[in-house]
T-cell receptor, first 114, second 113 residues
């Protein structure tokens, strides 16, 4: 059964720093991996989707990488801003069991201080 | 348009009430999902509809009753809920079940008194 963890659970950084959020999964046979952000009390906003055949995806100041063999993905945020403060979740769609839907990590709560 | 719309945004109900949550998408997606999210936890899958047929029911109590009237609409009927059912209920959609990017709505915050 696929399990997803995220480290750290919480992170506080000063504005302007570059930072890395980590996502680990136990079964390397994945279909794709998606990163989301969630503001308090709101829904999840899709940030980046990486297919299993891809190594990375970029959108603006965000870059997500995928290393299936080691069961890891990282989300790199460049030049962080206070507006980046949110909870970031990664979700893995398993490949082995086609019927299994996205498995979510617990999230990293990010605070960017002005 | 990559929008999933949920109504109402907030709902307060007593344990004997009957209410419904609604979800709509116009992206042509054929898979729609209901998730439940408690504070500081990731979303938990409740139901999946694929091509308007119930595909997955994650052992959800019968006081939650999903309905998919057509490919754009998804409802969640609520009856005789318990206070522990208070949570953020999220609707999502994807091109097909098991593939593609997942898009979420803003959620319906439910409080059961």
């Amino acid at each position: 059964k696929q399990e997803v963890t995220q480290i750290p659970a919480a992170l506080s950084v000063p504005e302007g720093e570059n930072l890395v959020l980590n996502c680990s999964f136990t079964d390397s046979a994945i279909y794709n991996l998606q990163w989301f952000r969630q503001d308090p009390g709101k829904g999840l906003t899709s940030l980046l989707l990486i297919q299993s055949s891809q190594r990375e995806q970029t959108s603006g100041r965000l870059n997500a990488s995928l290393d299936k063999s080691s069961g890891r993905s990282t989300l790199y945020i460049a030049a962080s801003q206070p507006g980046d403060s949110a909870t970031y979740l990664c979700a893995v769609r398993p490949g082995r069991n086609y019927g299994q839907n996205f498995v979510f990590g617990p999230g990293t709560r990010l605070s960017v201080l002005p | 348009d990559t929008e999933v719309t949920q109504t109402p945004k907030h709902l307060v109900m007593g344990m004997t009430n009957k209410k419904s949550l609604k979800c709509e998408q116009h992206m042509g997606h054929r898979a729609m999902y209901w998730y439940k999210q408690k504070a500081k936890k990731p979303p938990e899958l409740m139901f999946v509809y694929s091509y308007e047929k119930l595909s997955i029911n994650e052992s959800v109590p019968s006081r939650f009753s999903p309905e998919c009237p057509n490919s754009s609409l998804l409802n969640l009927h609520l009856h005789a809920l318990q206070p522990e059912d208070s949570a953020l209920y999220l609707c999502a959609s994807s091109r097909e079940e098991g593939t593609g990017e997942l898009f979420f709505g803003e959620g319906s915050r439910l409080t059961v008194l």
